[in-house]
């Protein structure tokens, strides 16, 4: 029976053919070295280039941690405002809705169109809070 590897638990993470998509999509948009840190930088290079089996849970967080702020920095603005206002404004407007006896509203909080539209709304300044 083989031994599970921590590099079998972080493999569909840290897929090198995959961080580098992400490098290259990061230096296009000019994030790579306007929003990450040398240090970052050099380690997610060092990851790249050095071709050896993953076994420390450390720094497969640490480059874990390094793809997420990528990730974070490329997302868009809407995208971004839709998943932390969008969700949370639908929820209320639903939970408003559902006192006053619209037993419909329940299903609004699933309707990404309705809460896309919360969050570009509350973007350009139209909801108050």
């Known amino acids: 029976m083989k031994k599970a590897t921590p590099q079998d638990n972080f493999g569909s993470f840290l897929n090198k053919a995959h961080l580098l998509k992400l490098k290259i999509k990061a230096m296009r948009a000019g994030v790579w070295f306007r929003s990450l840190e040398r240090i970052d930088r050099v380690l997610y290079d060092l990851m790249l280039k050095v071709d050896v089996t993953l076994r420390s849970p450390v720094l497969a967080r640490s480059i874990l941690s390094i793809k997420s702020k990528l990730e974070g920095f490329l997302e868009g603005k809407i995208v971004r405002a839709t998943r932390e206002i969008g969700l949370l404004l639908a929820s209320k407007v639903s939970l408003i809705a559902q006192k006053w006896g619209n037993v419909n509203s329940k299903d609004w909080i699933n309707d990404m169109g309705f809460v896309r539209y919360l ?8 909801l108050g809070r």
Not at 120 to 126: E, Q, S
């Open 119 to 126: 969050a570009v709304m509350d973007i350009n300044g139209r």
